[in-house]
Nanobody
Framework: QVQLVESGGGLVQPGGSLRLSCAAS????????MGWYRQAPGKQRELVAA???????NYADSVKGRFTISRDNAKNTVYLQMNSLKPEDTAVYYC?????????WGQGTQVTVSS
């Protein structure tokens, strides 16, 4: 089992920045991809960004150029730096990881972008 604990969500004004962190613990050997999804009220959960253990990244078109995903393999932690936030970025953000093809999820952290 892999446990994922997120932190860093909150309320921010449009144009502001937030940094999300997600620390993995438990059976961490074999974790490959880590990433972030988000789910807004009434919408499906969508991929925001992902990074493999080798450092290959993937972003949703809606966040390219504004969000940056990074990973510290020594700390088993993945980060999401979010800049130039927009109201439409408001959602619950979930950390996810894959270990031998099995997905694991964090509990989610709320990000609200509002003036």
């Amino acid at each position: 089992q892999v446990q994922l604990v997120e932190s860093g969500g909150g309320l921010v004004q449009p144009g502001g920045s937030l940094r999300l962190s997600c620390a993995a613990s438990g059976s961490i050997f074999g974790i490959n991809a880590m990433g972030w999804y988000r789910q807004a009220p009434g919408k499906q959960r969508e991929l925001v960004a992902a990074v493999t253990s080798g450092g290959t990244t993937n972003y949703a078109d809606s966040v390219k150029g504004r969000f940056t995903i990074s990973r510290d393999n020594a700390k088993n932690t993945v980060y999401l730096q979010m800049n130039s936030l927009k109201p439409e970025d408001t959602a619950v953000y979930y950390c996810t990881s894959q270990r031998f093809g099995v997905p694991y999820w964090g509990q989610g952290t709320q990000v609200t972008v509002s003036s």
